[in-house]
């Protein structure tokens, strides 16, 4: 570990909420996941299942009633919400046929209560899922709920880069090629030019988002100074790793609510912006060292749930619990 990740590390932790008598249920997290179409279940699962196994104290996953039943049966672990529909499906439960409004005011209802919002795993790009996803990124800008955007969702942002302009509380998590799409979107020009500038290029357009480029090693900007994460992660490229990510960084991220609501005796004095920089380094960090582990222990059989199982590990390895004696 270089002495530059060590220090972004040490920073990170200072976000971590120490593991206290005084806390109660929700305080150190409330995540929702909104996804989990008819023919992709596992993703919600992974992210939402990241985040409980991180350290958020609440995991929901929002998806589509034939998701439910399966998700359920991955663990009993998680709150599944039946709200999202599919285009040209009857649902005999609904007194009309779903809109996206009458899908998303439902939506709203449970994800107004939540501290950070996951949007993409699992989503798809079934017409009516991706209308109603766009109303939730507005609805949650609207609240200021923290986002992070993967996946199918980031058709949304492709599409209106003005949904998420400017808004320093979203994080975007594409890989080489959905960055790739992402600079078209907005007009930037990456042929040529090192990644991190790219990063920062894209970001900046973006009005200074958050955006973690992923890769061999991951690149994060908010429009000014680039981290780079180049620890160590594996060699096996199986789908469904990126959702252990968006569900660490959701997990960093509502702790970012706890330190600044100073539910324990905060250390340093780190601003809202920065901890988003932070949550997605931290989520970056965690992720790749999952990686490393499975890799290490499964090798060329190595499956994205192999990945998700090694987070708890992780998370010592790479920021470790506060020494009771600075409590």
Same mark, same amino acid.
């Given at each position: 570990?270089?002495?530059?990740?060590?220090?972004?590390?040490?920073?990170?932790?200072?976000?971590?909420?120490?593991?206290?008598?005084?806390?109660?249920?929700?305080?150190?997290?409330?995540?929702?996941?909104?996804?989990?179409?008819?023919?992709?279940?596992?993703?919600?699962?992974?992210?939402?299942?990241?985040?409980?196994?991180?350290?958020?104290?609440?995991?929901?996953?929002?998806?589509?009633?034939? *998701?439910? &039943?399966?998700?359920? /049966?991955?663990?009993?672990?998680?709150?599944?919400? $039946?709200?999202?529909? @599919?285009? !040209?499906?009857?649902?005999?439960?609904?007194?009309?046929?779903?809109?996206?409004?009458?899908?998303?005011?439902?939506?709203?209802?449970?994800?107004?209560?939540?501290?950070?919002?996951?949007?993409?795993?699992?989503?798809?790009?079934?017409?009516?899922?991706?209308?109603?996803?766009?109303?939730?990124?507005?609805?949650?800008?609207?609240?200021?709920?923290?986002?992070?955007?993967?996946?199918?969702?980031?058709?949304?942002?492709? *599409?209106? &880069?003005?949904?998420? /302009?400017?808004?320093?509380?979203?994080?975007?998590? $594409?890989?080489?090629? @959905?960055? !790739?799409?992402?600079?078209?979107?907005?007009?930037?020009?990456?042929?040529?030019?090192?990644?991190?500038?790219?990063?920062?290029?894209?970001?900046?357009?973006?009005?200074?988002?958050?955006?973690?480029?992923?890769?061999?090693?991951?690149?994060?900007?908010?429009?000014?100074?680039?981290?780079?994460?180049?620890?160590?992660?594996?060699?096996?490229?199986?789908?469904?790793?990126?959702?252990?990510?968006?569900?660490?960084?959701?997990?960093?991220?509502?702790?970012?609510?706890?330190?600044?609501?100073?539910?324990?005796?905060?250390?340093?004095?780190?601003?809202?912006?920065?901890?988003?920089?932070?949550?997605?380094?931290?989520?970056?960090?965690?992720?790749?060292?999952?990686?490393?582990?499975?890799?290490?222990?499964?090798?060329?059989?190595?499956?994205?749930?192999?990945?998700?199982?090694?987070?708890?590990?992780?998370?010592?390895?790479?920021?470790?619990?506060?020494?009771?004696?600075?409590?």
């Amino acid at each position: 570990m270089s002495p530059a990740t060590r220090e972004i590390l040490s920073k990170v932790k200072m976000m971590v909420p120490p593991m206290l008598d005084k806390f109660h249920k929700g305080q150190l997290g409330k995540i929702a996941v909104i996804g989990g179409s008819k023919n992709y279940t596992g993703a919600p699962y992974f992210s939402a299942n990241a985040s409980a196994h991180l350290g958020a104290d609440l995991s929901y996953v929002i998806c589509e009633p034939s *998701a439910a &039943p399966v998700i359920k /049966s991955y663990s009993p672990n998680l709150m599944v919400a $039946p709200l999202m529909r @599919e285009s !040209g499906t009857p649902y005999p439960q609904d007194p009309h046929p779903p809109n996206p409004d009458s899908v998303a005011s439902n939506v709203f209802e449970l994800m107004n209560r939540q501290h950070v919002i996951v949007v993409g795993p699992g989503l798809g790009r079934d017409e009516l899922m991706q209308a109603t996803a766009k109303k939730v990124i507005e609805e949650a800008r609207k609240q200021r709920i923290p986002l992070v955007l993967d996946a199918d969702a980031l058709q949304i942002v492709n *599409a209106e &880069p003005n949904s998420v /302009s400017g808004w320093k509380e979203v994080v975007l998590t $594409p890989n080489v090629v @959905e960055f !790739g799409r992402l600079a078209k979107a907005v007009d930037v020009d990456i042929s040529g030019i090192k990644p991190e500038e790219a990063c920062e290029k894209v970001s900046s357009k973006l009005g200074g988002i958050c955006i973690i480029q992923k890769g061999e090693v991951d690149y994060i900007s908010a429009g000014g100074k680039t981290m780079i994460c180049d620890l160590e992660g594996g060699k096996k490229r199986s789908g469904g790793q990126g959702d252990t990510l968006t569900g660490s960084i959701a997990t960093l991220l509502g702790w970012r609510k706890a330190y600044m609501d100073g539910i324990w005796d905060t250390e340093g004095s780190l601003d809202e912006d920065e901890m988003v920089m932070l949550a997605a380094f931290g989520g970056a960090a965690i992720t790749r060292e999952c990686s490393r582990l499975a890799f290490k222990e499964k090798g060329r059989a190595l499956q994205a749930s192999d990945v998700g199982d090694k987070v708890p590990a992780a998370f010592l390895n790479i920021i470790g619990e506060k020494e009771a004696s600075k409590l």
